[in-house]
């Protein structure tokens, strides 16, 4: 049935380049793998052992209608003198493999924290294995395309390492801050992100603070900077027990802030979680140092998330030496309007999303918000 043809299979959990090794040990000279729904429009590149194609979700299903109309006369070409091209839009687009938020423990940090370049990277290769890594793959290269988060990794690494020798005083949180708060959320389209997994709009559970830009990140103008007792606190706050802090600490730790939250931790980001008949107001308190102009005036800007009113106080921060630092509050409180609509769904929580920014005009300084509204569990 399968020698000498091109043959249609679905992409599934074991691995991409071994259903092509089936294909080539059961005869067949090709192959076109096609996305399930949890893989959606994701087109990932492979080294496979025959000439093959992956194509989405959507493009499956009408390879398979025409199989299924035409029959025994089904024709398809793969062709091997493809070209590159460039300015493919809409680009960037979210990976359906890439991590996800909300963060498990505790929800009130927002997770992930930014996202970057992880698809179809030219990277450089062992020469141990195939690119494939098959044990039947004896091909030796220098380079091959990989992709993953083991690659948006090193992408985000070597920015950190760029900004460390351009800043070589800031800590890492400074640096993490620093990339976070200049990240872009939209394509080269002037869309918002899309999420390659279900084709929709994407969300800060998907791309965090959004992606990461080298070039203001070097001059962000404000940096949210934090110590390493900040986060020794914040774990305190969590309820972590003396043996454990030691592991980080490397010797006894006793925590010196017993009032200090997650809200308390100096993050770039914002998330909280309102729970059905808790407290309907929540603030963060948050200190940025001003890297950029020694004399600045930031102005805030809100995207409110839906149903929830947000007020900063200060609404303007003055600047007029570098490596000052300014303190001000953000206040999140629930929108009683639409509350009861919010928790009226009991099956999942509901998750709204929004921004705050700071600008002087040259330095926009954005820092994303996620709120989820969790109803009251009802016993069945």
């Not at 979700?57 to 089904?74: E, L, V």
């Not at 992880?118 to 990277?123: F, M, Q, T």
């Not at 791309?207 to 070097?218: E, F, K, N, Q």
């Not at 009113?309 to 999140?332: A, G, S």
Request: aromatic residues 8%; hydrophobic residues 40%; proline residues 6%.
């Amino acid at each position: 049935l399968v020698r000498g043809k091109i043959v249609v299979c679905d992409r599934g959990t074991n691995a991409r380049v071994g259903k092509g090794l089936v294909v080539s040990n059961a005869g067949g000279v090709g192959m076109i793998l096609t996305n399930t729904a949890e893989s959606g429009s994701e087109l990932i590149a492979d080294g496979h052992l025959i000439p093959a194609t992956l194509v989405g979700f959507t493009d499956g299903i009408a390879i398979k209608a025409y199989i299924a109309a035409s029959g025994a006369n089904a024709t398809a070409t793969i062709r091997l003198d493809g070209t590159t091209e460039l300015g493919l839009k809409p680009a960037p687009a979210m990976a359906a493999f890439s991590s996800r938020g909300p963060n498990p423990l505790p929800a009130q940090i927002l997770k992930p924290d930014l996202t970057g370049p992880g698809v179809n990277i030219l990277a450089a290769y062992t020469g141990t294995v195939g690119p494939t890594g098959l044990d039947s793959d004896d091909r030796i290269v220098d380079f091959s395309i990989m992709s993953g988060t083991s690659m948006s990794c090193p992408h985000v690494s070597g920015l950190a390492t760029l900004m460390k020798s351009i800043h070589p005083t800031w800590s890492p949180a400074a640096i993490k801050s620093a990339l976070m708060t200049t990240a872009y959320v939209r394509d080269n389209t002037g869309h918002l992100l899309t999420d390659t997994l279900d084709g929709e709009t994407a969300s800060p559970f998907a791309y965090g603070a959004g992606h990461v830009d080298p070039v203001p990140a070097i001059d962000p103008g404000l940096v949210y900077d934090l110590g390493f007792e900040d986060y020794i606190e914040f774990l305190c706050s969590l309820g972590y027990r003396d043996e454990y802090l030691a592991v980080f600490t490397k010797g006894e730790y006793r925590c010196s802030r017993p009032h200090f939250s997650y809200s308390d931790l100096n993050y770039p980001s914002f998330a909280h979680v309102f729970h059905e008949g808790d407290n309907s107001t929540v603030s963060f308190p948050r200190t940025v140092t001003n890297f950029g102009n020694s004399s600045a005036t930031y102005n805030v800007f809100i995207d409110a998330p839906s149903g929830v009113n947000v007020k900063v106080e200060p609404k303007v921060l003055e600047f007029d030496l570098d490596h000052v630092k300014r303190t001000y509050t953000v206040t999140f409180q629930l929108d009683l309007a639409m509350t009861l609509s919010n928790f009226n769904i009991l099956s999942s929580n509901t998750h709204t999303f929004g921004s705050l920014t700071w600008t002087d005009g040259v330095h926009t300084v954005r820092s994303p918000i996620a709120i989820t509204f969790q109803a009251r569990e009802v016993d069945n």
